[in-house]
T-cell receptor, first 113, second 110 residues
Framework: NAGVMQNPRHLVRRRGQEARLRCSPM?????VYWYRQLPEEGLKFMVY????????ESGMPKERFSAEFPKEGPSILRIQQVVRGDSAAYFC???????????FGPGTRLTVT | EDQVTQSPEALRLQEGESSSLNCSYT??????LFWYRQDPGKGPEFLFT???AGEEKEKERLKATLTKKESFLHITAPKPEDSATYLCAVQASNTDKLIFGTGTRLQVFP
């Protein structure tokens, strides 16, 4: 039973470029969450999605960041015009239903040069 | 504001030396409290969920307990492979997002 998969594991972008992070939830899980972990800081919630719907985006920066979870395919976290402050580890988690524990993927480490 | 505070920030133990990690929380209606383990360069690994005061869960050398204001993760006779950062998170009753503490970095020496 495969766990949560994220790719790429490492991503290097220059300032001003776009970053696309992908997340495939565990089999049977329809709830996806994105978190960001800045160096020396804790995990911070960004967005919660179900298939084709954004349920809670209270942790998303207002500009440059967007997320989707289409009917088919992985969830995508998109960061436009990246800046150095976007450098962080981005984790995706999934759960089978609301209120249940969330299972995390290995993360994507984004470095902006 | 919902908040989680973990202490200590770092803990060094000799192999076999039992100890406890603390997680204090304030939340507007607790839906669940979660413990995770995170190894360097990896994603958090789920350990326990606690839902109500008085609840306890155990797994190998780990035991998690919950009161109305805090949770403890007790480590009995730890081994070097228990070295990791232990994260505590809460979920409020009106939301699905997890609010994490900054973790306790545990090092166990042989």
């Amino acid at each position: 039973n495969a766990g949560v998969m994220q790719n790429p594991r490492h991503l290097v972008r220059r300032r001003g470029q776009e970053a696309r992070l992908r997340c495939s939830p565990m089999k049977g899980h329809s709830h996806v969450y994105w978190y960001r972990q800045l160096p020396e800081e804790g995990l911070k919630f960004m967005v919660y999605l179900q298939k084709e719907n954004i349920i809670d985006e209270s942790g998303m920066p207002k500009e440059r960041f967007s997320a989707e979870f289409p009917k088919e395919g992985p969830s995508i976290l998109r960061i436009q015009q990246v800046v150095r402050g976007d450098s962080a580890a981005y984790f995706c988690a999934s759960s089978p239903r609301t209120g249940y524990e969330q299972y995390f993927g290995p993360g994507t480490r984004l470095t902006v040069t | 504001e919902d908040q989680v505070t973990q202490s200590p920030e770092a803990l060094r133990l000799q192999e076999g030396e039992s100890s406890s990690l603390n997680c204090s929380y304030t939340v507007s209606g607790l839906r669940g409290l979660f413990w995770y383990r995170q190894d360097p360069g990896k994603g958090p690994e789920f350990l326990f969920t606690l839902y109500s005061a008085g609840e306890e869960k155990e797994k190998e050398r780990l035991k998690a307990t919950l009161t109305k204001k805090e949770s403890f993760l007790h480590i009995t006779a730890p081994k070097p492979e228990d070295s990791a950062t232990y994260l505590c998170a809460v979920q409020a009753s009106n939301t699905d997002k997890l609010i994490f503490g900054t973790g306790t970095r545990l090092q166990v020496f042989p």
